[in-house]
C-alpha cells in the first residue's frame, strides 16, 4: 500500500524513483509508464512522487541525467584504467556493453524518447551526452594514430560512429531477442570485427 506520507530524504527518494522508471522500462513499453505507476511501484501516494518532481518531464530528465552520469563515468573509468588507448577502446565497449546488461531499461527509455517527432530538452540532453562519448572516442582514436596502431588515413570520424553503431546494433537485436544477458559474448565477437577493421595488425 501507499504510504501515508513520504519520510525518506529528497536525494534519496529521488534516486528510488528515477531507479523505478528504468526498472519499469525493462519490462513494459516507456510510453506506457504512468505516475501513478510509478508510485505504485515504489509506495508513495501519487501526491508525494510530485512532491520530488513537480512534472512528469522534470522526472524524464532526471532519468537522462542519472544515466548521463553512471554511464559516462563509467566509461571514462574504463578508458582511464589502460595505458594502450587501442585496449582502452575495448574496455569502454565493453563497459557500454555492461551497463546495459545491468540496466535494460535504459535502451529502451532512451530509444522511446528519441522516436517522439518534437523537440524537446530530453532529446537535447541525450544528443550533449552522445557528443561527449564521441570526444572520448575521438581522443582514444587520435591516441591510437598517433602509436601507428590504426590503418593509413583512416577517417576518425567514421570510426566512432562505427564504434557507437556497432553498440546500438547489439542493444537493437538483444531488446528484439528481449534478452540483454547475452550481449557480452556477442559484444567480444563484434569488437573484434571493429577493431580488425581500423587497426594495422603488425607482423613479425
Not at 577502446?89 to 517527432?117: K, S
Not at 534478452?179 to 563484434?190: F, P
Amino acid at each position: 500500500m501507499p504510504h501515508t506520507a513520504d519520510r525518506q530524504p529528497t536525494q534519496t527518494r529521488q534516486a528510488e524513483i528515477v531507479a523505478a522508471v528504468l526498472a519499469l522500462s525493462a519490462s513494459q513499453g516507456p510510453g506506457t509508464i504512468t505516475t501513478q505507476g510509478i508510485a505504485t511501484a515504489i509506495g508513495l501516494t501519487h501526491g508525494a512522487l510530485f512532491k520530488h518532481f513537480p512534472t512528469k518531464a522534470a522526472l524524464w530528465l532526471a532519468v537522462i541525467d542519472w544515466v548521463d552520469t553512471q554511464l559516462m563515468a563509467r566509461l571514462q573509468a574504463a578508458a582511464d584504467g589502460h595505458d594502450h588507448p587501442v585496449a582502452a577502446l575495448r574496455a569502454v565497449f565493453m563497459a557500454h556493453t555492461d551497463f546495459v546488461v545491468a540496466h535494460p531499461g535504459v535502451p529502451r527509455f532512451i530509444f522511446n524518447e528519441l522516436q517522439q517527432p518534437e523537440d524537446s530538452p530530453l532529446k537535447r540532453r541525450v544528443s550533449d551526452m552522445l557528443a561527449r562519448y564521441r570526444q572520448l572516442l575521438l581522443w582514444l582514436l587520435k591516441q591510437s594514430a598517433s602509436l601507428g596502431a590504426l590503418r593509413p588515413r583512416l577517417d576518425l570520424d567514421a570510426a566512432a560512429t562505427l564504434f557507437i553503431g556497432s553498440l546500438q546494433g547489439l542493444v537493437m537485436q538483444a531488446m528484439l531477442r528481449g534478452d540483454t544477458a547475452g550481449m557480452r559474448d556477442a559484444a567480444d565477437t563484434v569488437f573484434a570485427l571493429y577493431r580488425s577493421a581500423i587497426i594495422v595488425e603488425l607482423t613479425s
